[in-house]
């Protein structure tokens, strides 16, 4: 007998974080896809789940000249960028806020 062993499935709340992405973005691939291509996942007991294989499959099908070994830590740097981001944002409005005398 064959000892199958299916990939390690990953909730969309898990692919989520170790793609840098909100889950609702993971769900949206899924069901409406981007520029034409769909997230493969599986549906078990009511939920959705997607591999690391099918992420990694969307990716290369979105943009086959990237290095998708680069988005192996993705969601470390996605994290410390969107703290970059707020700061920036918040620097921003306290200045337009300055200027209007607020």
Do not use: C, K, Y
């Not at 909100?22 to 996942?41: C, K, M, T």
């Not at 099918?54 to 410390?80: G, K, N, Q, T």
């Amino acid at each position: 007998m064959i000892a199958w062993r299916p990939e390690q499935l990953l909730s969309l709340s898990a692919a989520a974080r170790r793609v840098g992405a909100h889950r609702n973005s993971i769900a949206r691939w899924i069901v409406r896809g981007v520029r034409g291509v769909r997230l493969q996942s599986v549906r078990r007991g009511g939920r959705r789940f997607v591999t690391e294989a099918w992420l990694e499959a969307f990716f290369v099908a979105l943009d086959p000249d990237d290095d998708v070994s680069r988005h192996a830590d993705v969601s470390r740097r996605a994290r410390r960028r969107s703290g970059r981001r707020r700061r920036r944002r918040v620097a921003r409005v306290e200045a337009e806020a300055l200027a209007l005398g607020i």
